[in-house]
């Protein structure tokens, strides 16, 4: 198995390589047949062109490996397709600015377009054939869940939507005894351990790891924190340093720096975009254009986000707040449209340049939402060491719905690994979850997880032949 795995990874590592090749000298070819003609670019008939083509090379190979666009099979395809064709319409804006420059002038602008074209159709195929190739010599390996409360058990139905990689057969609580957890260990490919007591998943986690099983394990909130510790190694006993103050002095002055620059740039089409969808709201039932909230930020601070009005005119009357379902009435038809797009949330922009929020960071969270998930979990407070996001990892790895404790980790994890590449990664990940249905959807009406709860608990219980 472990040499399949070396072979799998060494070949994906070659299919990657192999559409960057493709995609560079598409590029190379289209360049010499429409603008190397140019009286501009008569001095690249020497060895310039390559210098040309390795640079569209390299943007794109930075680009897919940010956006994870040669996660071919470990994604969904529709997801990696996506990805590959916006990281390819970057590239090519860019790349085109890059030949009007060294040609001082503008350029036609319809080859750009061809090529862009052609490395869409041409990435599609790509990705369509490795995912075939590693559906095909992929073979998803028996696992055994050990979990350590019923809620942990909803973790199957999540790897269930994923039966081309996750197969889980057998589920067994975690308070089966040392003895019988090994044994049922040895029969299987690999092992998933979520919510586990701490004593019982370090033991099996040195089993695993002195016996090679690959172990996929579900965070706790201290996991998170100490994959951030600073390593001092000055005396006999490693030490691990957290400081627990999230983003340092510098940190936050270049994230904010950053959020100045790039909302002032995002302003000028952005108010375009405003206005039409101001005028829309407007016309269709001459309500307000914003709808304003009470949120919390950084530090337990409060403060007004904007969005675009996408619901009726009192929506909230009683003063509660409703979630939205997916065919939710209140929803107005512009609504629908802004919400699909993520146009609502345009507004917050402004939100950005005043201070109160950062382009990435945890979502900020209505005032009572924060008073009720306090009581759930004291923790929730962590996610508060930043300033609140326009979007951010709970956002592009979660959904609408997921719990607020899965939202958490993700949000803290976020912070624990905090960089400025990271920003701009997740900025550029957000343009592929906009055109994701599932990040969009809602809660759906009158949602009850109790009863899938149940079933998993059953379904455990019938596997362990209790």
Not at 112 to 128: K, R
Request: aromatic share 12%; charged share 25%; with cysteine.
């Amino acid at each position: 198995m472990k040499l399949f795995d070396d072979i799998k990874h060494t070949l994906r590592k070659l299919e990657g390589l192999s559409e960057v090749f493709a995609l560079a000298c598409i590029y190379y070819f289209m360049w010499k047949a429409y603008y190397r003609p140019l009286e501009s670019f008569h001095k690249y008939y020497g060895n310039g062109k390559y210098i040309l083509a390795g640079v569209y090379a390299l943007l794109v190979f930075f680009l897919f490996l940010y956006c994870d666009s040669f996660k071919y099979g470990h994604m969904k395809l529709s997801d990696v397709l996506v990805s590959q064709w916006i990281s390819l319409v970057m590239v090519n804006f860019v790349t085109y600015f890059q030949l009007c420059l060294t040609a001082n002038h503008m350029l036609n602008l319809l080859p750009m377009l061809a090529l862009t074209g052609i490395d869409m159709v041409l990435a599609s195929v790509f990705t369509y054939l490795f995912t075939v190739i590693y559906h095909r010599f992929y073979v998803p390996r028996r696992m055994l869940m050990v979990y350590g409360s019923d809620n942990a058990l909803a973790l199957k139905g999540k790897m269930d939507t994923r039966a081309d990689k996750y197969r889980i057969v057998k589920m067994i609580p975690s308070d089966a005894g040392p003895g019988r957890l090994i044994r049922e260990i040895q029969n299987y490919d690999a092992v998933v351990m979520n919510d586990v007591p701490a004593e019982v998943r370090n033991d099996l986690l040195k089993y695993c790891y002195e016996n090679g099983v690959r172990t996929y394990v579900v965070p706790k909130i201290s996991d998170i924190i100490l994959k951030s510790a600073e390593e001092i190694t000055l005396f006999d006993t490693p030490l691990l340093l957290i400081k627990g103050k999230g983003l340092s002095p510098m940190q936050r002055f270049a994230k904010r720096a950053m959020d100045l620059v790039l909302c002032g740039i995002a302003m000028v089409p952005g108010a375009v975009a405003m206005c039409l969808v101001a005028l829309a709201i407007k016309l269709e039932d001459h309500g307000p254009v914003f709808y304003r909230q009470e949120r919390v930020t950084k530090d337990g601070k409060t403060f007004q986000i904007l969005k675009f009005r996408s619901m009726i005119v009192d929506a909230e009357k009683d003063g509660k707040p409703v979630p939205a379902t997916d065919h939710d009435p209140r929803i107005t038809k512009v609504g629908r449209i802004i919400r699909a797009t993520r146009l609502d949330e345009l507004p917050q922009l402004l939100n950005i340049l005043k201070g109160d929020m950062s382009i990435v960071g945890p979502r900020p969270e209505r005032v009572e939402h924060v008073e009720k998930y306090m009581q759930e979990i004291p923790e929730f407070g962590f996610r508060m060491k930043v300033k609140g996001g326009l979007t951010g990892y709970a956002q592009i790895y979660g959904k609408y719905n997921t719990s607020a404790y899965d939202k958490l980790r993700l949000d803290l994890m976020y912070i624990e690994k905090y960089s400025l590449l990271l920003d701009i990664k997740l900025m550029l990940m957000t343009l592929q979850v906009m055109v994701r249905k599932e990040s969009t959807e809602g809660f759906a009406e009158h949602q009850n997880t109790e009863p899938f709860r149940e079933a998993a608990i059953a379904a455990g219980e019938e596997l362990i032949g209790k």
